[in-house]
């Protein structure tokens, strides 16, 4: 599951962008909005409005998770279990 390099958020991998430079560094890109705010506009994701209300809202949701449960693994289950969801949802769907 790759992280967008701008936006900073997981997204699920077939779809997205993923460039590779000729430095070896790559860099993974959500949708064509983070790519051209990245490469054609060339905006600094930190001074970007969107950007901040997304990540505020993933930091008070992984606060609330190390209240309620401070190991790691446990959330590593949610997150698995939620892909099963997702699965099954896309399955249900073409019934
Ligand atoms: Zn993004």
Redesign the pocket.
């Known amino acids: 599951m790759p992280r967008?390099t701008?936006?900073k958020?997981n997204?699920e991998f077939p779809y997205g962008l993923s460039l590779i430079l000729n430095d070896g560094n790559i860099m993974y890109?959500?949708?064509s909005?983070?790519r051209k705010n990245a490469l054609n506009l060339k905006r600094d994701n930190k001074k970007v409005n969107w950007i901040r209300k997304a990540d505020a809202g993933e930091a008070e949701a992984l606060h609330a998770h190390t209240i309620k449960e401070p190991k790691k693994e446990a959330e590593k289950i949610e997150k698995k279990e939620e892909g099963h969801k997702k699965t099954e949802e896309k399955k249900e769907e073409k019934k």
């Open positions: 967008c701008f936006c958020q997204y890109f959500c949708s909005k983070c």
